[in-house]
């Protein structure tokens, strides 16, 4: 058989032979470091038989797939391990996730974090054991025989609702066997630095009416080294939880009346205040007009959008005067009713119309959490109506200005290709040409971008923008959905050049996504310790004695008269103390004064992250941090 090589090379090769033969043929590293192969754009085991003439590559822990597969044989030797340990536990599913693994189980135990230490010391013993990952292919009867007979009714419904002439296949490795597509490692011995890292409940398929099943949560990689970088990620991350730094800094809080709905304080809302004032001041330059439309809007109009349809169960409903109305889930109707008002002339398109809207969806409480998971938020949504000859441009510019953005915040950034989802509205056609229309406009940036395959909005299909912040995390904030069928569904219309009535196309867009996550986000990624312009305090001034509180406030009054966010701390404390707690707010600039500074009209600077930096003359410390504030550095 001939096997085709991603450099384009073409390989003769005996029939049966696999993967891993062909890596220990092309160099003893990629021998070594191979996890798992892709032959003709299919996963495959390494100890696999190639199916016949194909091309190969062959993946390390560099790519995805490579971690993927490293992960999921973790999940497997966690598996074998708690059945070893835990006699009567029945297995539910056991998924590689975003750097790392878990698996469900229904025991008559209940797991502690003790049982972690216990079970990860079994992992280790089946991982010295080297057992083969062995795949089998078996009929339906005999992976329903096998099933029954090893106790595990999770297995047997998930094989019972597998499409007839489905390939079943099994893997087992010593006594452990498990129903699973794969591909897995060559074998245990392949494993190296693994961690079990927390433990949760979850139904059983995420369905509430099902058994809640115990689910542990682990980590696995090549190298102890790439495991404790993890680790210490991972702590850091604990460190800067927006859910605990939000409160100590008193920038939000959750109540007990209403989990799911934050509550922005005074130093919150100045945060949130000033990136509106950014969103607003960019989007006037970018051309967008302001609206602002109702959060309660009736039945019908939820019907013609087809929300009442698809999306529902995630709606608040009430009555008015007997009617049904629905609290809005998104802006977009209302934006088109912002459209309809008035008659359109090809000379007004593109029209940008943004919003920063104010939505609610319902999130079951389970999965509420701090800002990023909420029940009400503010979308920073804008709708763009425009000429179909329109649409390339006019997606480049929105592209501009989220890359704006978050450049001001230092993120980077990677894009995705959001296609058409199974529940869709409207035909093939209309999908393929929004999709083309996308991808062109993503080839005209030269965009590097992926394609993220039926995650499309329902209404149309979208660029995402997944930000990665400092600790390294990704996250999903910006969006651009191309839709021809609201327009459709609305009976929208310009007038053309020639005097005749056309249909527009709409964009929807996001760049924060939501203020609340965004915020969130922010908290996470600068640890609390926010940029001056974003920071609620700016300035603190320290006096030293109480004779010289007269000249910190006098200090305080010229910031505040500059515009800087500016307070004196006054208490009774000697100053390490009022520096110290300073320290801890996470404050910018402190200005400490005392008799020399009275004296001489300066202050003692103090800044966030460098200490003592010298004494200056008020004024000029007062151009310095206004500069500073209107250039909105990072």
Not at 182 to 190: A, D, E, N, Q, V
Not at 203 to 217: A, D, F, H, T, V
């Amino acid at each position: 058989m001939r096997v085709i090589l991603p450099d384009g090379t073409s390989h003769e090769y005996p029939a049966g032979t696999t993967p891993l033969k062909v890596a220990r043929d092309l160099s003893p590293r990629l021998f070594r470091e191979a996890l798992v192969a892709k032959v003709d754009d299919k996963i495959w085991d390494l100890t696999r038989p190639l199916p016949g003439d194909c091309r190969l590559e062959l993946l390390t822990f560099e790519q995805e797939e490579g971690q993927l597969t490293y992960r999921h044989s973790a999940a497997h030797v966690m598996a074998q391990a708690v059945k070893r340990l835990f006699p009567g536990t029945k297995l539910g599913i056991g998924p590689a996730i975003a750097e790392g693994f878990y698996y469900d189980f229904d025991s008559p135990h209940k797991f502690t974090p003790e049982d972690l230490v216990a079970i990860e010391e079994e992992m280790k013993r089946i991982i010295q054991a080297d057992y083969p990952f062995e795949r089998q292919e078996v009929s339906r009867e005999e992976a329903l025989e096998l099933f029954q007979k090893l106790g595990e009714p999770y297995k047997l419904e998930l094989i019972h609702e597998l499409p007839e002439g489905s390939t079943i296949t099994i893997y087992r490795q010593g006594e452990f066997v498990d129903l699973c597509t794969g591909p897995h490692l060559p074998s245990t011995g392949y494993l190296k630095a693994i961690k079990l890292t927390s433990l949760a409940g979850a139904y059983w398929r995420g369905k509430e009416s099902n058994p809640m099943l115990q689910r542990i949560y682990g980590t696995a990689f090549p190298k102890a080294s790439l495991l404790e970088e993890y680790l210490q990620r991972i702590e850091e991350a604990k460190k800067r939880d927006h859910r605990r730094l939000g409160a100590e800094l008193r920038i939000f809080s959750l109540e007990e009346e209403g989990p799911g709905f934050p509550f922005f304080l005074p130093k919150g809302m100045i945060l949130r205040n000033e990136l509106e004032q950014f969103w607003r001041e960019e989007h006037r330059r970018a051309g967008y007009l302001e609206i602002r439309t109702p959060i309660i809007l009736n039945r019908s109009l939820w019907e013609t959008s087809g929300h009442w349809e698809h999306y529902r169960e995630n709606m608040y409903f009430t009555k008015i005067d007997e009617q049904d109305y629905a609290i809005k889930p998104m802006n977009c109707p209302g934006a088109i009713l912002v459209y309809k008002s008035e008659q359109h002339s090809y000379r007004d398109l593109p029209l940008r119309l943004a919003e920063l809207g104010l939505v609610h969806r319902h999130e079951k409480s389970g999965v509420l959490h701090g800002l990023m998971r909420v029940r009400a938020f503010t979308q920073d949504d804008a709708h763009i109506f425009l000429r179909p000859s329109q649409i390339s441009e006019e997606i480049q510019r929105v592209i501009d200005l989220v890359d704006r953005f978050y450049s001001l915040f230092g993120f980077s950034y990677h894009v995705e290709l959001s296609t058409r989802p199974e529940d869709a509205m409207g035909s093939l056609e209309i999908w393929e040409t929004a999709t083309t229309a996308l991808r062109e406009a993503l080839e005209a940036k030269g965009m590097p971008y992926t394609i993220n395959e039926g995650e499309g909005a329902f209404y149309g299909p979208k660029i995402d923008f997944h930000l990665k912040d400092s600790l390294g995390r990704t996250w999903q904030c910006g969006t651009i959905q191309l839709d021809f069928l609201m327009p459709e569904k609305f009976d929208l219309t310009y007038i053309g050049e020639d005097g005749q009535k056309h249909r527009p196309v709409m964009i929807h867009r996001v760049v924060f996504g939501s203020i609340e996550r965004f915020i969130g986000i922010l908290i996470e990624h600068y640890g609390g310790a926010f940029p001056v312009w974003l920071a609620p305090v700016q300035v603190r001034i320290l006096p030293i004695a109480d004779r010289h509180h007269e000249y910190a406030y006098k200090v305080r009054d010229s910031l505040l008269q500059a515009g800087v966010r500016a307070e004196v701390n006054d208490r009774n404390e000697k100053i390490g103390y009022k520096i110290r707690a300073s320290e801890v707010e996470k404050i910018p600039f402190m200005l400490v004064v005392g008799d020399k500074e009275v004296a001489e009209g300066t202050v003692s600077v103090r800044e966030r992250g460098k200490g003592d930096t010298g004494s200056v003359p008020v004024a000029e410390f007062i151009a310095r941090v206004v500069e500073e504030i209107r250039e909105r550095r990072g």
